[in-house]
């Protein structure tokens, strides 16, 4: 099952994290957390793993609308965004279906919201 919209690229890992970022900015996303999973797994557990980062990214101007609709849905928010480097030389990035993660909700005026999302996010990551 596919869980959003990725992209593999020829390229190392700090480079795609650095122009997924500027790609989120350009399209108006801000990042508001960031999860280092491999520093995670090894700082907690001890336990190696691939370079991964998890990121929260968050446009200002959608969130606001969809939480004056439904202010429940803040538990489906920021929108992740994760670089995962598949070890052999290239990179994975990827961006949540907000639409799909919306569903929950099962409110159908949130479908728009979720396609302007989904927009932009293509458009980030097709720029990378």
């Known amino acids: ?13 700090d480079t795609v994290d650095e122009k997924i970022r500027q790609t989120l900015a350009d399209n108006g996303f801000g990042v508001i957390t ?3 999973v491999k520093s995670t797994f090894k700082t907690k557990l001890d336990a190696d793993f691939q370079p991964y980062k998890i990121i929260g990214a968050c446009n ?3 969130a606001y609308k969809a939480l004056s ?5 803040g ?3 920021p929108c992740n965004v994760v670089v995962i480097d598949n ?8 961006a949540i279906d907000a639409e ?10 949130l479908k728009m ?4 999302v989904n927009s932009l996010l293509k458009i980030a990551i097709d720029a990378v």
């Open 87 to 94: 070890l052999d030389g290239t990179i994975r990035v990827g």
């Open 75 to 77: 538990l489906l928010l």
């Open 69 to 73: 609709e439904e202010p429940d849905v």
């Open 113 to 116: 919201l979720a396609d302007k």
């Open 1 to 13: 099952m596919s869980y959003g919209y990725f992209k593999n690229i020829s390229a190392d890992f």
């Open 34 to 36: 960031e999860i280092d």
């Open 100 to 109: 799909k993660m919306l569903t929950i909700s099962g409110r159908d005026d």
């Open 60 to 62: 200002p101007a959608i």
